[in-house]
C-alpha cells in the first residue's frame, strides 16, 4: 500500500520507479568509484610527501604535522565508504522490497546492511 503511494507520487511527478532506481544506481556507483579514487590519489600524496622529505635531505620529521592530518583525511575517506557500503546495502533492501530488484551490488554492501539492522536492534 504505501509503495502505491510513492510510485503514484513519482508518477505525477514524472518519474517512474525503474528510472528512479536507474538514477541512484548510476550516482550510488560514482560515488563509491570516488571515494576510491580519493583514497588513491591521498595515498599517492603520502607517498610523494614521504619520498620529498627523503630525498631532499631536510629534518626527519620535517611535515609530520601535514603526514598526521593526511593520514587522519585517509581515515575518514575509509569511515566514508564504510558509511556508503551501509547506504548501498540498505538501498539494495528497498529496492528488493518495493520488487525493483537490485543492482547486483556486492556481498560487502548486503553485509554491511545487515550488520547495521542488527546493531539498532541490539
Do not use: W, Y
Not at 47 to 72: C, I, S, Y
Not at 81 to 89: K, S, T
Request: one cysteine or more; charged letters at 25%; aromatic letters at 2%.
Amino acid at each position: 500500500m504505501k509503495f502505491e503511494k510513492i510510485e503514484a507520487s513519482a508518477m505525477d511527478r514524472g518519474m517512474s520507479t525503474g528510472v528512479a532506481q536507474l538514477r541512484i544506481t548510476r550516482d550510488l556507483h560514482q560515488a563509491e568509484a570516488a571515494l576510491d579514487e580519493a583514497l588513491l590519489r591521498q595515498a599517492q600524496l603520502l607517498q610523494t610527501m614521504v619520498g620529498a622529505r627523503r630525498e631532499t635531505g631536510v629534518a626527519p620529521f620535517l611535515g609530520q604535522d601535514a603526514l598526521m592530518r593526511l593520514l587522519k583525511s585517509q581515515q575518514g575517506l575509509v569511515d566514508a565508504g564504510g558509511e556508503l557500503a551501509r547506504v548501498h546495502g540498505r538501498l539494495n533492501t528497498i529496492a528488493v522490497e518495493t520488487n525493483g530488484g537490485n543492482d547486483a551490488c556486492p556481498p560487502a554492501a548486503r553485509e554491511a546492511d545487515r550488520d547495521d539492522v542488527a546493531a539498532k536492534v541490539a
